[in-house]
């Protein structure tokens, strides 16, 4: 079946559109990969000053991912795409930002582009998910740090409410948690830095670290 491909293909073309990079284009912002943890991502461009450039970063990066997966969803069943395609497209949607064909494959650490594609699985799963990094960015002020329990919880909770709601699909299952273990290796620096005491706090205080 060729369909299953052609979603595949496009999902990860559409991740390939690193927003961080092209909405503080647009906005005449630098580069995020040249300033502050030099990701690509809405954490970076928020360090550039402009909480808009964040948010508008943060949708846009969200949305390449819920896009394909709500696509397959609603009007995939007619071309024969099941759960598996469904899986299929977030995770490649997910991998896109990681490795983006148009920006040399150099891309961001998929936390905003994950939170989309749980959101197309399910907006339970999704809020969960997005409850978490706000609770642990609010006490501790870390984004990686939030960004890294949420991956954890996030394959839980999809086995609770996939569990009490509907029945869990094993495709979305190991996608889920293939796109949790690739996001914590994205943030390895940042888990150094954590441990060092030396991670950015949210927040824009430049003091120094406790
Ligand atoms: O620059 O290395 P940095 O400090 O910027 O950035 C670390 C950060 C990178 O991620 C981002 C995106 C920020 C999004 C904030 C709201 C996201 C809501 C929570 C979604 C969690 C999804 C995890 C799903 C795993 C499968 O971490």
Redesign the pocket.
């Known amino acids: 079946a060729v369909y299953p491909v052609l979603a595949t293909v496009a999902a990860y073309l559409l991740g390939s559109l690193s927003f961080a990079v092209i909405v503080t284009r647009l906005m005449g912002l630098n580069d995020p990969r040249t300033y502050?943890?030099k990701?690509p991502?809405?954490?970076?461009?928020l360090?550039s000053g402009s909480k808009a450039a964040a948010i508008v970063t943060?949708l846009l990066?969200?949305v390449k991912g819920w896009l394909p997966v709500v696509l397959v969803r609603w009007f995939g069943k007619p071309y024969g795409l099941e759960d598996g395609t469904i899986a299929l497209v977030g995770l490649a949607a997910f991998l896109g930002h990681l490795w983006p064909v148009f920006f040399r494959f150099e891309g961001?650490?998929?936390?905003?582009t994950?939170?989309g594609?749980?959101l197309g699985i399910s907006g339970w799963l999704g809020l969960a998910?997005?409850a978490?990094?706000?609770i642990v960015?609010f006490f501790f002020r870390?984004?990686?740090l939030?960004?890294?329990v949420?991956?954890v919880f996030?394959?839980v909770y999809y086995l609770l409410v996939s569990g009490v709601v509907w029945y869990a699909e094993t495709s979305i299952a190991v996608a889920?948690a293939i796109?949790?273990m690739l996001?914590a290796w994205r943030?390895k620096?940042?888990i150094r830095r954590l441990i060092e005491g030396k991670?950015?706090r949210l927040g824009g205080s430049k003091a120094a670290p406790a």
Do not use: C, F, Q
């Not at 991502?41 to 461009?45: E, P, S």
């Open positions: 502050g943890s990701n991502g809405a954490t970076n461009v360090r943060l990066d969200a961001g650490k998929g936390v905003a994950a939170l594609v749980l998910t997005a978490t990094w706000l960015a870390y984004s990686s939030a960004s890294l949420a991956a996030a394959p889920i796109m949790a996001l943030h620096d940042n991670e950015s």
